[in-house]
């Protein structure tokens, strides 16, 4: 016989015979839940609760304890160490099996370690890393940035969405990751708000959209292998409606609202199959979402089925006690979270020994902490992570911001910047003295929150971007009066003036500064709230001194959040919301800027007209408006849905299969919308319903439907969009999901103002 085909049947043998012989749990043809029952029946107790317990990455804390003083420590919890623990401990409390999950850790070096350190644990359970890559896994040196979700969400291109959650699950695994925190699917309705950047805006349908999208990007269906991620949908739930706009604060909100604003985007999240969802900071009517039952017993495992696990945001449970006053000590605050229906802490050391004697003194059953486990040993299974836990440090840095992934954050940025007014200046034509100048014009806050120092060469700023893209005849002039927003030297606006002067065009690019490691000059971002949502400190009186230099003037919007400044709406001669269009937003930027790109993005959230005009959405019921301030118009600035293009688009009247249905029947609206300018173009097809007699009062616009096309000049295209008892349905006087019979007017257009909007009415028989 062959010896080398000897050699092969006695291997293949032997391996036959260990696949038999092996625990099932160590057996990868068989599932992962059975996989998962097999191996908690043999875990201590410990263990168990052991998994349910996250910690950040030993190198976090290796920073805080080097620059944070005890007292700075012991003051905040914002920093990610743990009094009495010192990370030289972390190790043993790992190989104890005591932990179950890291966050924060942002080398694939340290991702490696502490995998090394799980395998030494008696069982071997692998350790679930999860970090928060909201639009790119932006905490890690050297991945793509993509544009922030609510820019985003102004391309209103699912697709693409999707496409850059693919990416970024590609880039966490190489990075040895393979938990995101997000979607963030919070509904933003205060612009004070410090976090609206991170959510794709106000409106519940929109949201919902997007976060399936971004779910199926990161998960891809069931997220087995080493390329996917697993998803979280966060946070559960109301915190984009905090009173004061501070974050964290109490939700005071109808079960109503609840239900038909808040909810949906979860509700819809479950059905797409995310495995995994994190608590609200704040409170909702009453009750800290981190002891809430009836958010996390009740209608996500009851009512809508979710078979995955919950886990606490930063510190929560232990707010239930320190913040809250709802629990006496650590202890009852561990027991009304885990009674609630929380899964993991998120983190450090409080958490194991209170919940191990609650099961001890029976007060939380076994059978809790098991149903708790179940899911992150399924989630660890189907990641492929008790195969292969390590992952190649040294691939890592080719896989990120590879050449496929930049195409798709420079698409998704060229799509996202929304062209808000446009006096006949743009697109800018060559020859022309450009005359560029603000604190955002060359410094990194395009990026947005959420990431952390990233290398200079991977950043196309605003003025790098203007003189890549602008032709040889064209000067491009760039004053630098500064990167920071906070310490604008008004002094130097006299000259930026002058030099403006000798300009054909002036371009001004101001708005926030979001960035998690400027410190000192965020004026956006998480916990970044403001208490007025204008142009911050000097920037408006630049852009005045600029404009009153008479050269017609672009003002470019850097900003992670709607800002009410009517002075520029009323004077500048183009207006454009870039938003935080990513590491490569300024070359997206300066190839709309001239007419290289035709302008597409639509707005995701009203702006309104000052901070006294808040709430401002446009899904407001009937009766918001009746009266008028007499101190300001009434009007928003920009409508949801809004968005300029270079080219012109017409719709047609649209029609219906049919006018006339019963309740329980669809019908398809249809329209062609034609490009009538002489330039290619996108639009974005918006559908809308008004509900015009119920007998709840219903919003005076609900968007249903969209649709991104690309359209030739003079080209036109039929658009369909079905309308199903779902789009019509709403919650009834007793609170049922139902489509009251009536009138519907449905309209159709490219934003949700009326003078955009063409209607047909529908009516639904008994
Ligand atoms: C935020 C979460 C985030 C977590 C971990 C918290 O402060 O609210 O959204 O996922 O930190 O970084």
């Known amino acids: 016989m062959n010896k080398i085909f000897f050699a092969g049947l006695v291997c293949s043998c032997t391996a036959l015979t260990s696949a038999t012989s092996l625990a099932d749990y160590k057996n990868p043809l068989l599932s992962a839940e059975m996989r998962a029952e097999d191996l908690l029946t043999r875990m201590t107790l410990t263990e168990k609760v052991g998994q349910m317990c996250q910690y950040v990455g030993i190198e976090h804390i290796k920073k805080s304890e080097k620059y944070l003083t005890l007292e700075e420590m012991q003051s905040g919890d914002a920093h990610g160490m743990y009094p009495n623990l010192h990370s030289s401990k972390m190790p043993d409390l790992i190989r104890r099996g005591e932990i179950g999950s890291f966050l924060h850790v942002v080398d694939p070096k340290e991702a490696n370690q502490l995998q090394q350190y799980a395998s030494e644990s008696r ?420 852009v005045q001194a600029i404009h009153a230099s008479g050269t017609p003037t672009v003002v470019v919007l850097i900003n992670s959040r709607p800002l009410a400044e009517p002075w520029l709406v009323d004077n500048v001669d183009a207006l454009i919301e870039a938003w935080e269009p990513g590491a490569l937003g300024g070359q997206a930027l300066a190839e709309i800027i001239f007419g290289e790109v035709n302008p597409s993005g639509k707005l995701p959230i009203t702006i309104p007209r000052s901070v006294g005009h808040l709430q401002a959405i446009y899904n407001h019921k009937p009766s918001t408006y009746v009266r008028r301030y007499v101190d300001a118009p009434t009007k928003n600035l920009y409508e949801f849905g809004d968005g300029l293009s270079y080219t012109e688009f017409t719709y047609s009247r649209p029609t219906l299969s049919a006018s006339r249905i019963t309740e329980d029947e669809s019908t398809r609206l249809s329209v062609t919308v034609t490009n009538s300018g002489d330039r290619a173009g996108d639009e974005v097809v918006q559908l809308y319903i008004r509900d015009n007699v119920s007998r709840v009062t219903r919003p005076v616009k609900e968007l249903k439907g969209f649709q991104r096309i690309h359209l030739k000049a003079k080209q036109s295209q039929k658009i369909t969009f079905d309308i199903t008892p779902d789009t019509l349905a709403y919650y009834d006087l007793d609170m049922n999901w139902r489509v009251e019979p009536g009138t519907f007017t449905l309209m159709v257009g490219s934003s949700s103002r009326k003078s955009d909007l063409k209607k047909i009415t529908l009516k639904v028989k008994p």
């Not at 390329?227 to 005071?252: C, R, T, Y």
């Open 123 to 542: 069982m071997g359970i692998p350790l679930i890393i999860g970090i928060d890559a909201i639009h790119g896994n932006g905490l890690v040196n050297g991945s793509t940035i993509y544009p922030s979700p609510l820019t985003m969400a102004s391309s209103w291109n699912l697709d693409l969405v999707r496409q850059a959650n693919i990416e970024t699950a590609i880039e966490m695994r190489a990075n040895g990751a393979q938990w995101t925190f997000t979607p963030n699917i919070d509904i933003a309705r205060d612009p004070r708000w410090g976090r609206v950047g991170e959510t794709f805006g106000e409106d519940t349908f929109l949201v919902s959209e997007m976060g399936v999208a971004v779910i199926e990007g990161l998960q891809q269906g069931d997220f087995i292998g080493d390329q996917k991620v697993l998803a979280n949908a966060k946070h559960f739930v109301a915190g984009g409606e905090p009173i004061n706009g501070l974050n964290l604060s109490p939700m005071d909100v109808s079960l109503r609202s609840l239900k038909q604003d808040h909810f949906p985007p979860f509700k819809r999240a479950v059905d797409a199959g995310v495995f995994s969802f994190m608590a609200a900071h704040n409170e909702v009517n009453g009750v800290p979402a981190h002891a809430n039952r009836f958010l996390f017993t009740e209608v996500l495992r009851e009512d809508w089925g979710f078979e995955g696990f919950v886990v606490s945001d930063w510190m929560d449970i232990e707010r239930l006690n320190g913040l809250h006053r709802v629990a006496e000590n650590q202890t009852e605050a561990v027991y009304q979270a885990v009674d609630a229906g929380l899964d993991m802490h998120m983190h450090g050391p409080n958490f194991l020994k209170p919940l191990v004697n609650l099961v001890k003194q029976g007060r939380i059953s076994e059978a809790r902490i098991n149903a708790a486990v179940k899911p992150i040993l399924i989630a660890k299974f189907r990641l492929g992570l008790f195969e292969k836990a390590q992952v190649n440090a040294d691939a890592a840095s080719d896989i990120m911001f590879n050449a496929n992934h930049q195409q798709t954050a420079l698409e998704l940025a060229r799509q996202g910047i929304v062209l808000l007014k446009n006096d006949q200046l743009l697109p800018l034509a060559a020859g022309q003295k450009i005359f560029v100048t603000g604190p955002n014009a060359n410094n990194h806050t395009l990026m947005g929150d959420w990431v952390f120092k990233q290398p200079e060469e991977n950043i196309i700023t605003v003025v790098e971007g203007l003189k890549a893209v602008a032709k040889p005849s064209t000067s491009i002039d760039y004053f630098d009066l500064g990167e920071q927003i906070k310490t604008l030297d008004p002094k130097l606006f006299v000259e930026a003036a002058e030099r403006a002067k000798a300009a054909d065009v002036a371009i001004v690019v101001v708005g926030s500064n979001a960035l998690r490691y400027d410190r000192k000059g965020k004026t956006a971002g998480e916990n970044v709230a403001r208490s007025t949502i204008n142009l911050y400190g000097e920037q408006l009186a630049l």
